[in-house]
Nanobody, 122 residues
Framework: QVQLVESGGGLVQAGGSLRLSCSAS????????MGWFRQAPGKERDFVAT????????YYADSVKGRFTISRDNARDTVYLQMNSLKPEDTAVYYC???????????????WGQGTQVTVSS
């Protein structure tokens, strides 16, 4: 059983940056692929980025490619999402999740955090 906790969300102006963190408060994420998803009000939860268990292979949604970077530190049981050049349309609750292998599908993830709010003002 893995319990995930996100942090680092907040309010930022368009063009700014934020770094989200996701740590395992129980269990370990070192053998899991990790993903970030986001959900805006009234919309479905969408894929943002995923990284394999080694941290060497990552995939991104087209909407964030070149602006966001996913990384992990298995020694700290933490995964990060560095978000640069933020846009108002990036506003959402961001969730981290753990899966047996990298995937863009929410159904492939076994464990989810509670989410952290990111708001980008124009």
């Amino acid at each position: 059983q893995v319990q995930l906790v996100e942090s680092g969300g907040g309010l930022v102006q368009a063009g700014g940056s934020l770094r989200l963190s996701c740590s395992a408060s129980r269990g370990t994420i070192s053998s899991y692929a990790m993903g970030w998803f986001r959900q805006a009000p009234g919309k479905e939860r969408d894929f943002v980025a995923t990284v394999n268990w080694t941290g060497r292979v990552a995939y991104y949604a087209d909407s964030v490619k070149g602006r966001f970077t996913i990384s992990r530190d298995n020694a700290r049981d933490t995964v990060y999402l560095q978000m640069n050049s933020l846009k108002p349309e990036d506003t959402a609750v961001y969730y981290c999740a753990a899966a047996p292998r990298s995937s863009k599908m929410t159904g492939e993830y076994n464990y989810w955090g509670q989410g952290t709010q990111v708001t980008v003002s124009s």
